[in-house]
């Protein structure tokens, strides 16, 4: 991304033209020193990041009881895929598209989708996993629409 997109990206994200919007530019410096904020903590190394939320985050659990070779394969390729994800899911769903499920479908489909394309786990155990998982966080529906999608994925997509 060249730094003038990153900058306008970061500006609309953060609503940064708004919150210091001012005729008189009084807000300028405040601007300046909050976007340069932003940029130093997105140039943070991702694996740092995942550390630190697992750390303050997920503090009941020891790090050595979580997966963070998953973690990092899986959590580093979430934009890599995102356009993908939504267009694979939208082929397979008739009566709504990705972005109206829940953010629970959401997630799920996003995690299985890239365990499934990067670490290549069988389509038996990714599905049945997510199934568990569907049926242990979200709505009654959801295991029977997280199996027949992802099963259609699945078959119908070559890797």
Not at 40 to 47: G, K, S, T, W
């Amino acid at each position: 991304m060249y730094a003038f997109q990153a900058e306008n990206v970061i500006s609309d994200i953060f609503f940064a033209n708004d919150i210091y919007a001012s005729d008189q530019e009084v807000y300028t410096q405040e601007k300046t020193a909050f976007m340069h904020q932003i940029t130093q903590y997105l140039e943070q190394d991702i694996h740092e990041v995942f550390r630190y939320i697992m750390k303050y985050f997920f503090d009941q659990r020891k790090e050595e009881n979580i997966d963070m070779d998953y973690i990092f394969t899986v959590g580093t390729k979430l934009e890599q895929y995102r356009e993908e994800i939504t267009k694979m899911v939208n082929t397979y769903t008739d009566s709504f598209s990705y972005g109206k499920m829940s953010l629970m479908n959401q997630a799920l489909f996003a995690l299985g989708y890239i365990e499934w394309k990067e670490i290549k786990t069988e389509k038996e155990i990714l599905i049945n996993e997510m199934i568990e998982l569907a049926k242990r966080y979200d709505e009654a529906g959801s295991p029977k629409l997280i199996n027949a999608v992802m099963h259609k994925i699945i078959t119908n997509k070559k890797t």
